[in-house]
């Protein structure tokens, strides 16, 4: 969610600090700041505004920020609006103590009054500012022993980062929020994800719960809590610096809408038998030792989950079903040893997808995680993790991440059926064919970006929009109604297509544009069928179809045409150009594509 940077070394580590913020700007915040130690003694200086990071740069111009050592910050307001006072860093009274805080600290309240009762000031509503006045308090010359001691006594989530003006150090500390360390010659940087270090560096060290890290020119050095020095394995990040970045584009977003063929290609790629005949995903599943799966995610990847519960269902005549992250952690759900719980994520830092998986693993259940960034929290959470290789997505609304989602559950239901009994060579044959053209198959998809830039204009004025899909394309329908709320906020709902009888026929009108998945199936006819309940209450309807359907323009007001495909696997082409749609339509409205209003790429926090 909030974004955090950090420096030490030779270079101006303001403008280090600013431009690591600039590259997590995508993870959502309302505030920002940056404070810079000018050197061993002096008072720490601080800029921080409220609003976009223009607002802090724009602060910057004219204050005197030398220094080889700072902190920098985007805020996501949890507690206390977004404002210059709430936003971090946060210093103590003597201004020789900063620090930046992701998460939150559930018993900040008696710590506050405690603190508030000896004697100190505070100066914000956050509960953040609690952690600086209780390293304050411990600091006799250990800024790490300080941390350890304050956060002995704090309960909740955190990524911690402290400074002193008495210390050439940077001190972090996490538990459940995300924080990596890039490592450099004679000089370190820190932030709460990869695209911050990409332009200095690929090697990297990704903190555990309960690390402590101390960040000098020299190295890093990391314990634990009680001081017990730990081991931390050095990876190399393979992602091209480029791919991070818009490389032409407007947005982010069209960006990653364009990559999704490649992003397939990386996927799929090396992970088909050379005979066709099975999926290799290096997994230590054993799918004869499962009864069940339930598949737990939140937002767009739980639209991605409901895909695959029909893919596995279909190929491994396994019982699946799709849990909402948020409300399986806080149900009684029945699992056990014999259940698979399958847990999707693009950041893997989502915290109720974390603590889904953390409740089935008390439950005794196998956890595997359908997964893009590695050395995720939710990584190291699982027994098995299938990681789909979309590359870094910066858009807040995801597609690329959600394309490679489905294809890589698609590659899991196959390995399940394998192992299972349940798929013959001949249809594991057409399975693989039909994955192996879908690159090609979303290539082709893509071009329909002029046909769609005309119906956006019609759903830039609509009222609502009603979504409606059948079958595996039912979850197509969410996430193209979610993905034209997210980012151009007209209002939308999704349903799959036999519900419309049974209440929401009720709010069709010509305002209200339907938009149909209608591509071939074996419930076409019913699909047809729906199509003219529609325009017979003078609803006006958008139809995705397959190339050569000579019978759905006469249902249909406008039609949008896309490759042929397997009905399995025509989620990963339907989707495209409703995810085209919903970006044309917030370009006509005048939205901010890859930043839109109150959400953040990941949330790390409840």
């Given at each position: 969610?909030?974004?955090?940077?950090?420096?030490?070394?030779?270079?101006?580590?303001?403008?280090?600090?600013?431009?690591?913020?600039?590259?997590?700007?995508?993870?959502?915040?309302?505030?920002?700041?940056?404070?810079?130690?000018?050197?061993?003694?002096?008072?720490?200086?601080?800029?921080?505004?409220?609003?976009?990071?223009?607002?802090?740069?724009?602060?910057?111009?004219?204050?005197?920020?030398?220094?080889?050592?700072?902190?920098?910050?985007?805020?996501?307001?949890?507690?206390?609006?977004?404002?210059?006072?709430?936003?971090?860093?946060?210093?103590?009274?003597?201004?020789?103590?900063?620090?930046?805080?992701?998460?939150?600290?559930?018993?900040?309240?008696?710590?506050?009054?405690?603190?508030?009762?000896?004697?100190?000031?505070?100066?914000?509503?956050?509960?953040?500012?609690?952690?600086?006045?209780?390293?304050?308090?411990?600091?006799?010359?250990?800024?790490?022993?300080?941390?350890?001691?304050?956060?002995?006594?704090?309960?909740?989530?955190?990524?911690?980062?402290?400074?002193?003006?008495?210390?050439?150090?940077?001190?972090?500390?996490?538990?459940?929020?995300?924080?990596?360390?890039?490592?450099?010659?004679?000089?370190?940087?820190?932030?709460?994800?990869?695209?911050?270090?990409?332009?200095?560096?690929?090697?990297?060290?990704?903190?555990?719960?309960?690390?402590?890290?101390?960040?000098?020119?020299?190295?890093?050095?990391?314990?634990?809590?009680?001081?017990?020095?730990?081991?931390?394995?050095?990876?190399?990040?393979?992602?091209?610096?480029?791919?991070?970045?818009?490389?032409?584009?407007?947005?982010?977003?069209?960006?990653?809408?364009?990559?999704?063929?490649?992003?397939?290609?990386?996927?799929?790629?090396?992970?088909?038998?050379?005979?066709?005949?099975?999926?290799?995903?290096?997994?230590?599943?054993?799918?004869?030792?499962?009864?069940?799966?339930?598949?737990?995610?939140?937002?767009?990847?739980?639209?991605?989950?409901?895909?695959?519960?029909?893919?596995?269902?279909?190929?491994?005549?396994?019982?699946?079903?799709?849990?909402?992250?948020?409300?399986?952690?806080?149900?009684?759900?029945?699992?056990?040893?014999?259940?698979?719980?399958?847990?999707?994520?693009?950041?893997?830092?989502?915290?109720?997808?974390?603590?889904?998986?953390?409740?089935?693993?008390?439950?005794?259940?196998?956890?595997?995680?359908?997964?893009?960034?590695?050395?995720?929290?939710?990584?190291?959470?699982?027994?098995?993790?299938?990681?789909?290789?979309?590359?870094?997505?910066?858009?807040?609304?995801?597609?690329?991440?959600?394309?490679?989602?489905?294809?890589?559950?698609?590659?899991?239901?196959?390995?399940?059926?394998?192992?299972?009994?349940?798929?013959?060579?001949?249809?594991?044959?057409?399975?693989?064919?039909?994955?192996?053209?879908?690159?090609?198959?979303?290539?082709?998809?893509?071009?329909?970006?002029?046909?769609?830039?005309?119906?956006?204009?019609?759903?830039?004025?609509?009222?609502?929009?009603?979504?409606?899909?059948?079958?595996?394309?039912?979850?197509?329908?969410?996430?193209?109604?979610?993905?034209?709320?997210?980012?151009?906020?007209?209002?939308?709902?999704?349903?799959?297509?036999?519900?419309?009888?049974?209440?929401?026929?009720?709010?069709?009108?010509?305002?209200?544009?339907?938009?149909?998945?209608?591509?071939?199936?074996?419930?076409?006819?019913?699909?047809?069928?729906?199509?003219?309940?529609?325009?017979?209450?003078?609803?006006i309807v958008i139809a995705v179809a397959s190339e050569g359907d000579e019978v759905i323009a006469s249902h249909a007001d406008e039609v949008i045409y896309v490759p042929r495909v397997m009905e399995l696997l025509s989620p990963l082409v339907n989707v495209v150009p409703l995810q085209l749609l919903a970006y044309e339509t917030a370009l006509a409205l005048g939205r901010d594509v890859d930043q839109p209003r109150n959400l953040a790429k990941s949330v790390t926090v409840e």
């Open positions: 969610m909030c974004g955090i940077v950090a420096y030490v070394g030779e270079r101006s580590a303001a403008e280090v600090v600013v431009d690591g913020l600039r590259r997590l700007e995508y993870r959502g915040y309302d505030s920002s700041g940056v404070v810079v130690s000018p050197g061993a003694g002096a008072d720490l200086r601080v800029v921080k505004r409220a609003g976009k990071l223009a607002a802090l740069e724009g602060a910057l111009v004219g204050h005197v920020l030398d220094g080889h050592l700072a902190l920098g910050h985007t805020r996501w307001a949890t507690h206390g609006r977004p404002s210059d006072a709430n936003a971090h860093p946060h210093l103590s009274e003597d201004g020789r103590l900063a620090v930046i805080h992701n998460g939150i600290i559930e018993n900040y309240l008696p710590l506050r009054e405690a603190l508030t009762a000896s004697g100190h000031v505070f100066e914000s509503e956050t509960d953040s500012e609690v952690l600086v006045h209780l390293i304050e308090h411990d600091f006799a010359g250990d800024l790490a022993g300080a941390m350890r001691s304050a956060l002995r006594q704090v309960l909740g989530a955190y990524a911690l980062v402290a400074m002193h003006s008495d210390r050439d150090e940077v001190v972090a500390a996490r538990a459940t929020s995300p924080l990596v360390i890039g490592l450099g010659d004679g000089e370190q940087w820190l932030a709460s994800d990869v695209p911050a270090l990409l332009p200095y560096t690929r090697r990297v060290v990704y903190l555990l719960d309960g690390d402590v890290a101390v960040m000098t020119r020299a190295g890093v050095h990391i314990t634990d809590l009680d001081g017990a020095i730990v081991d931390r394995p050095v990876e190399i990040i393979d992602w091209d610096a480029e791919a991070a970045e818009k490389g032409g584009y407007e947005h982010f977003m069209l960006k990653e809408i364009d990559e999704q063929p490649t992003v397939l290609q990386q996927t799929l790629g090396g992970r088909f038998r050379p005979d066709g005949l099975d999926v290799d995903l290096d997994l230590a599943l054993d799918p004869t030792a499962i009864d069940r799966v339930v598949i737990t995610a939140a937002g767009t990847a739980s639209y991605a989950g409901m895909v695959g519960a029909t893919m596995i269902e279909s190929l491994a005549r396994l019982s699946t079903t799709v849990e909402v992250a948020s409300e399986l952690r806080y149900r009684d759900p029945v699992m056990d040893a014999r259940t698979l719980v399958i847990a999707v994520s693009q950041s893997g830092e989502t915290i109720d997808t974390l603590e889904a998986v953390r409740e089935a693993k008390r439950r005794g259940a196998r956890t595997l995680a359908v997964l893009n960034v590695k050395g995720s929290s939710l990584s190291r959470e699982v027994d098995d993790v299938l990681f789909v290789h979309a590359g870094p997505e910066i858009g807040v609304a995801s597609t690329k991440a959600y394309m490679a989602m489905l294809a890589a559950f698609a590659l899991l239901a196959i390995r399940l059926g394998r192992g299972r009994g349940t798929l013959s060579d001949e249809r594991v044959a057409e399975l693989v064919a039909g994955l192996r053209g879908l690159p090609h198959a979303v290539e082709e998809a893509l071009a329909t970006r002029d046909r769609v830039r005309v119906l956006a204009e019609r759903m830039a004025s609509a009222r609502s929009a009603l979504f409606l899909g059948r079958g595996v394309n039912v979850a197509t329908a969410f996430e193209g109604a979610l993905k034209l709320k997210e980012i151009s906020y007209v209002h939308a709902e999704a349903y799959p297509m036999g519900e419309m009888k049974h209440g929401p026929i009720a709010l069709i009108e010509p305002s209200v544009p339907v938009v149909a998945i209608a591509t071939a199936s074996a419930r076409y006819d019913k699909t047809v069928a729906n199509l003219q309940e529609v325009r017979a209450r003078d609803g």
